[in-house]
């Protein structure tokens, strides 16, 4: 039966990427769907493009190592969401829409003269090398999430899961990640809502549940923050509100904003995201908790869901978790091979679309990440917020700047981008503060400081 289960949605998907190749006529197309995106589909999309296997597989991991601090995790991604919805949606739509911008590195090169081809080519490598990292780690997960649930290596279930995602995207580009994006997200939000209830039954409610958090003595797990020292306490909560600053940088997210048909769909899309966004972190993060004291000698954290979902649930459902995983996984890798593509078929070629060349760039990014999950192993949840946070401070800063209506000269606009994603990748070499608050907030204001004061009101 779980067998059954995960190979209906794996044909599922690839029978979508069928179906939108059909409404594939030109690169436009392939990366914007023509902005004639719905809200729904619109918000879904945005949210499950943004959470990846870090979001169901990480935080829960998380959650089960951390204990109580984990709940820091809520509020710092929420408020990344609403900064996303309630500042950038409406206005980068508007904006793109009147420059014609099909991609977020073009957007940020739009009324610059000199220095515009830079900008472009550095933005583009910038995000063929963060995604290469970032679908690295959502391959990684899908073979952990298939070898959990089917007899099969990792190494092949890596392998078979990293080429149902490049296969449909590859045929259907923006239309079958959207759409596929949409269905995946109902899939997390019933994995969410599901599973974290029935481990809380299991372990007898929450008062069971903070008895068996204190019965495993391990003080830490009780702590809202667990740092010697308010000062240290604090670095750690800013350090992981740093997430939330990263949102508005992703641009495997806020091209679902730009693909928006129309200005008065942001509303309704952002309540709904809001909603979706606030059930998904509160639910791992309680699954995590509930699994720390069901399973409390787990060897990987991060397996906490796919065990759980293997133990508590009939075999049917416990691949619809899995499947969950996957919609996780998958969500966000088809957005950004997308956007792989378009850094080298439209920003590195200076505004030309080629759809062989889209295609090719998703096929080698696709490749190279897989070499890399399968050659350099590593923690979900560190290699994804490596790349999320040297795209968040590359791009999100001199955004922010832009779409407060703001001129920022073409000098400034490169020095921004530089500025935060190379000092993103110089402290992450350096020993970690709490919350990793250095590599996540020092790049980001400084970029933020250089555009703000290289920039002049217009008009």
Do not use: K
Request: glycine residues 10%.
């Amino acid at each position: 039966m779980l067998i059954a289960t995960l190979s209906c949605y794996l044909v599922t998907l690839l029978g979508i990427g069928l179906w939108a190749r059909r409404r594939v006529d030109d690169s436009a197309d392939f990366h914007l769907a023509g902005r004639r995106m719905g809200p729904v589909i619109a918000a879904l999309s945005a949210s499950t493009s943004s959470s990846s296997a870090w979001t169901l597989l990480g935080v829960s991991g998380a959650a089960w190592a951390w204990g109580l601090q984990a709940v820091w995790l809520i509020p710092a991604t929420f408020l990344g969401f609403a900064l996303n919805w309630f500042f950038v949606a409406q206005r980068l739509q508007r904006a793109t829409r009147a420059s014609g911008a099909l991609t977020l590195v073009e957007f940020l090169a739009t009324g610059t003269n000199r220095q515009q081809a830079a900008i472009r080519i550095f933005g583009s490598l910038i995000i063929l090398f963060c995604f290469t990292f970032y679908v690295a780690a959502q391959f990684q997960a899908a073979g952990t999430a298939i070898a959990t649930a089917l007899p099969v290596t990792a190494s092949t279930a890596l392998v078979a899961g990293a080429a149902v995602v490049i296969a449909y995207v590859f045929l259907g580009g923006f239309w079958a990640a959207s759409v596929t994006d949409a269905l995946q997200g109902l899939m997390m939000l019933a994995v969410a809502l599901v599973l974290p209830a029935v481990a809380l039954i299991a372990v007898g409610g929450p008062a069971a549940l903070g008895a068996g958090l204190a019965a495993l003595e391990e003080p830490g797990l009780l702590r809202l923050v667990d740092q010697p020292g308010l000062l240290l306490a604090m670095v750690f909560v800013a350090g992981l509100f740093g997430i939330g600053l990263g949102y508005p940088g992703q641009p495997h997210v806020v091209n679902r904003f730009m693909a928006l048909e129309r200005e008065d769909q942001v509303p309704r899309a952002r309540a709904i995201a809001l909603v979706w966004a606030l059930l998904i972190f509160s639910g791992m993060v309680l699954l995590g908790w509930c699994g720390r004291v069901l399973m409390p000698g787990l060897e990987d954290a991060e397996a906490v869901l796919l065990s759980l979902g293997t133990e508590l649930m009939p075999a049917a459902v416990a691949g619809v978790v899995t499947g969950g995983v996957l919609a996780a996984i998958m969500s966000t890798a088809d957005s950004q091979l997308l956007v792989a593509g378009s850094a080298a078929s439209h920003d590195l070629s200076r505004g030309r679309f080629s759809l062989l060349l889209d295609r090719g760039a998703i096929l080698l990014v696709g490749l190279a990440a897989v070499v890399l999950a399968l050659q350099f192993p590593a923690t979900i949840f560190d290699r994804v917020l490596f790349a999320w946070q040297a795209l968040g401070n590359a791009f999100g800063p001199l955004l922010l700047v832009l779409l407060l209506g703001r001129a920022v000269s073409s000098r400034i606009r490169l020095g921004a981008m530089l500025t935060g994603f190379g000092l993103t990748v110089t402290l992450s070499f350096l020993p970690d503060a709490p919350g990793n608050a250095a590599e996540r907030l020092l790049p980001f204001f400084a970029a933020l400081a250089l555009a703000w004061a290289g920039s002049r009101r217009v008009g």
